[in-house]
Every structure is written in C-alpha cells, then in structure tokens.
C-alpha cells in the first residue's frame, strides 16, 4: 500500500511540475495566469477600505514586465491580458486623482505599455451599499448567485445564528459516498483571530477588520485508499461554496481565505485552536457586517462559453 501511495505521489508532483508555473513560464496559458495572479493583486489593493497610496510597486512593475513580455508571444485580444492593462490604468489614474506622485521610473513602465494599447478601457472596481449588497438576497438562483461578492471591507459585528444557521443550510452539501467529512471551526475570540490570520498571511489591509473566522478541514477518517487522496479537497471545495451562497443568504458578508501553507505552519495553526489531527485544513472564511459603502474587486471572469469543451 505504501509503494502504491508513492506511486500516487510521484504521479500529482510530475504533473504539477511540468505543467504549472513553478519551473517554466513557457505557454500562453501560464503567462496569462501569472498576469491574472499580478493584476488581482492590484485590484485588490485599490479596494482596501484604507487604500495605502503607493501600494505593491515592485508587484505592479511585475506585472507590466510580464504583459510586455505577453505582448511580444500571443494574441493581446485576451480578455485577461485587456483587463490587466485596463488596471495598470486605472491604477495611474487613481493616483493622479489623489495627487499622488508615482516614481518616475515607474511611470515610464506603465507609459510603455500603455501606449502600444489603441483601444485601452480603463477598468473602475465596483462601488456598493450595505443596503444594495443584500437586495438580492431572496431572487431567483442566477441573480442571487451573481451578487455574491468576496468583501475585503467588514465592520461591526455579526450574530453567532447566522452563522448557525449558514452552516445548517449547507450541510446538504452532497459528498463521495454520502461521508459527510466537513468540519466547521468557528473562532469569535479576536486574538486568536489575530493569530490564525498572522499564519494564513493573505488577509493584510482587512483581517484586523473580520468579526468571526470560520476554519473548514475535513476529517480523513473515513477515508479508504491512495486512490482518494484528493477527496477531501473536493468535498471541502463543494462545502465552502454552499456554505458563502448560505452565509450570504444570511446576510452575513464573507471572504474565503486560501490555506496552502507549510507543515510548520500548519501545527502553528493547531496551536491557536484545538483541531484533531485527523482533520486536514481546508480554507478559511473571514465574515462580518458591511460598512454603508465599499468597494469590491472587478474580478474578471472568463465568458462561460470559454470554458466548456463538448465531446461527441
């Protein structure tokens, strides 16, 4: 069993290596996603509910480096690589608008690429109400699930039954063989939030802000052979997203939170909060209440109808 296992192993490391952006940089598809990666970023950082003026340079100088680079190799008509471009720009001009003086170097950068796009669209994150973000909490399926946001601005606090009660609604999550291996942590107490988060490393500009922090692992007990050591992630998977749809439903404002971090880090983790070892760490999500106004990334999304392939 244990060679099998190795077998396994072997097998996810070959492929993760070859062909995701670790050791080569070498198809349209991995630069694409590390202009994807760059730009969301930036996104990110001009949606802080403090927004730090001269925020991620040496990410935003990354980020035109690689577009002028994709420039050279593939087609710019892609929607991502446009949509990159159109955040270098509103970037620049969100400084102009505060009188903010960029490096002089840097706008060189940003003038370099700017100038070779004639058809440049200016991208503008999107500004909401508290009153508007919910309006659409009780609509039909597709209006509801387009509403739904990833909020990186929290303030106030929010009541432990709404979280109950998101759980409760998405437990009829469906998982491999009806095992039901999801776990929900719930941390209310703010200085162990202030310590999961010092681990998670992906929360900077708005962690300090999250109300209750809720730690999805799966228990693998139930778990039989080599062959299903990525089910874990697939039922968590499925359970964070039923559980948003739920929390928003609920009116409760959350933000998933990756955990890919390192076996160290991983026991740190198990020191904030008790966790059995037989739970792995799935994701976590930050919620809380809604200021009267904020600010949400554009995210673009791919048309749906990139995404599908049709086998006959």
């Given at each position: 069993?244990?060679?099998?296992?190795?077998?396994?192993?072997?097998?996810?490391?070959e492929?993760?290596l070859?062909?995701?952006n670790?050791?080569?940089?070498?198809?349209?598809?991995?630069y694409?996603?590390r202009?994807?990666?760059?730009?969301?970023?930036?996104?990110?950082?001009?949606?802080?509910?403090?927004m730090?003026?001269?925020?991620?340079?040496?990410?935003?100088?990354?980020l035109?480096?690689k577009?002028l680079?994709?420039?050279?190799k593939?087609d710019?008509?892609n929607?991502?690589y446009?949509h990159?471009?159109?955040v270098?720009?509103?970037?620049?001009?969100?400084h102009?608008e505060?009188?903010?003086?960029?490096?002089?170097?840097?706008?060189?950068?940003i003038?370099?690429?700017?100038e070779?796009e004639s058809?440049?669209?200016?991208?503008?994150?999107?500004?909401?109400?508290k009153?508007n973000?919910?309006?659409?909490?009780?609509a039909a399926?597709?209006?509801?699930s387009?509403?739904?946001?990833?909020?990186?601005?929290?303030?106030?606090?929010i009541?432990?039954?709404?979280?109950?009660?998101?759980?409760?609604?998405a437990q009829?999550?469906?998982?491999?063989?009806?095992?039901?291996?999801?776990?929900?942590?719930?941390i209310?107490?703010?200085?162990?939030?202030?310590?999961?988060?010092?681990?998670?490393?992906?929360?900077?500009?708005?962690?300090?802000?999250v109300?209750k922090?809720?730690?999805?692992?799966?228990?693998i007990?139930?778990y039989?052979?080599s062959?299903?050591?990525?089910?874990?992630?697939?039922?968590?998977?499925?359970?964070?997203?039923?559980?948003l749809y739920?929390?928003?439903?609920?009116?409760?404002?959350?933000?998933?939170?990756?955990?890919c971090?390192?076996?160290?880090?991983?026991?740190?983790?198990?020191?904030?909060?008790?966790i059995?070892?037989?739970?792995?760490?799935?994701?976590?999500?930050?919620?809380g209440?809604l200021?009267?106004?904020?600010?949400?990334?554009v995210?673009?999304?791919?048309?749906?109808?990139?995404?599908?392939?049709k086998?006959?």
């Amino acid at each position: 069993m244990i060679k099998k296992h190795d077998s396994y192993s072997n097998y996810d490391k070959e492929l993760f290596l070859e062909h995701s952006n670790v050791l080569h940089q070498d198809t349209q598809l991995k630069y694409v996603g590390r202009i994807v990666q760059l730009y969301h970023i930036i996104e990110k950082g001009l949606t802080m509910p403090e927004m730090r003026l001269g925020f991620g340079q040496p990410k935003l100088i990354n980020l035109i480096d690689k577009c002028l680079a994709y420039q050279k190799k593939y087609d710019t008509n892609n929607i991502q690589y446009q949509h990159a471009v159109g955040v270098i720009a509103e970037y620049q001009k969100v400084h102009e608008e505060h009188q903010y003086p960029l490096d002089e170097n840097l706008l060189k950068k940003i003038k370099s690429i700017l100038e070779k796009e004639s058809d440049l669209k200016i991208t503008k994150q999107l500004i909401k109400t508290k009153a508007n973000y919910f309006e659409h909490q009780l609509a039909a399926f597709d209006t509801f699930s387009n509403s739904r946001h990833s909020i990186r601005n929290f303030s106030g606090t929010i009541k432990s039954e709404q979280i109950e009660e998101a759980i409760r609604l998405a437990q009829n999550t469906p998982t491999a063989c009806n095992r039901q291996p999801i776990r929900v942590h719930i941390i209310e107490n703010k200085e162990l939030i202030a310590e999961a988060f010092k681990i998670q490393n992906g929360n900077r500009g708005f962690g300090h802000l999250v109300d209750k922090l809720l730690v999805i692992t799966a228990d693998i007990s139930s778990y039989q052979d080599s062959e299903e050591r990525n089910l874990p992630y697939v039922d968590g998977g499925m359970y964070t997203m039923n559980l948003l749809y739920a929390l928003h439903f609920n009116k409760v404002a959350a933000i998933p939170l990756n955990w890919c971090r390192t076996k160290e880090e991983d026991l740190k983790m198990r020191k904030v909060i008790s966790i059995p070892k037989s739970e792995i760490i799935i994701v976590f999500v930050g919620c809380g209440n809604l200021p009267d106004d904020f600010k949400l990334a554009v995210s673009k999304r791919y048309d749906y109808k990139d995404i599908f392939t049709k086998h006959n």
